[in-house]
């Protein structure tokens, strides 16, 4: 199993720190047609979601494939000026990953796959989260696992203390985690919301937005 999560990552399944991404203005943005947007490879789509934040700022959109694979599709909605933040992916794991899985149990697989994408993410976190909650649900691809990490000081925003803050700063948040696999197919999604880190707000962003996606690549 640890082999199969370093193929996925070496075909960039599995996408690179967040904060590193938002000034990759060039890279190609999916297409939005009546308020649903298409990723770029077509992997999946999803209802864009309504602004959370008091003030109605709306989602900018971000993609997260910065290789031009056209294997996976990974973006990001986000409106960081409150901390809120949801990923989208969906993407076809190579034969030799998909077979080692396959012999795995497969709540092992996806319990696997949850963090290994989460820490993809989130390599700017100083310990692994903890797992608050987990679950499984079924989906259109199959079980999917349902997680609340709580990560330490993992806000992106920062407590205010009259001088430019650091990481020390921050404060815990939780993030949910849903991951689903169909042979191949795996798909996910995350949310966090540090202006309500509050574990039932950031799973229920997640599981609404899990269920407005529309996998593409499943036929």
């Known amino acids: ?8 990552t070496t075909r960039a399944l599995l996408f690179v720190p967040i904060l590193g991404l938002l000034t990759a203005c060039a890279i190609p943005q999916g297409t939005i047609r009546d308020g649903e947007y298409t ?8 209802r864009i979601p309504k602004p959370s934040n008091w003030a109605g700022v709306p989602y900018a959109i971000a993609n997260l494939n910065t290789t031009g694979d056209s294997q996976y599709d990974k973006v990001m909605f986000h ?3 409150f901390g ?20 795995d149990d497969p709540r092992t697989v996806l319990r696997n796959l949850s963090q290994a994408t989460l820490m993809a993410w989130r390599r700017d976190l100083g310990a692994l989260p903890v797992v608050a909650q987990e679950s499984f649900i079924e989906s259109p691809y199959g ?3 349902v997680r609340v990490y709580l990560a330490e000081k993992g806000s992106f925003l920062a407590k205010a203390q009259g001088r430019r803050p650091t990481r020390d700063d921050a404060f815990d948040t939780n993030i949910a985690s849903i991951v689903a696999r169909q042979g191949p197919v795996i798909v996910h999604v995350i949310a966090q919301n540090d202006s309500s880190p509050n574990a ?3 799973t229920k962003m997640a599981i609404e937005f899990f269920r407005d996606m529309k996998v593409l690549a499943v036929r």
């Open 200 to 202: 039932s707000t950031v």
């Open 79 to 81: 409106v960081g000026d």
């Open 1 to 8: 199993m640890i082999r199969a999560l370093r193929l996925l």
């Open 143 to 145: 079980e999917a696992i």
């Open 39 to 46: 990723s770029p490879n077509r992997m999946f789509s999803v």
């Open 84 to 103: 809120t933040y949801l990923v989208a992916s969906t993407g076809l794991a190579p034969a030799d990953s998909v077979a080692l899985m396959d012999k």
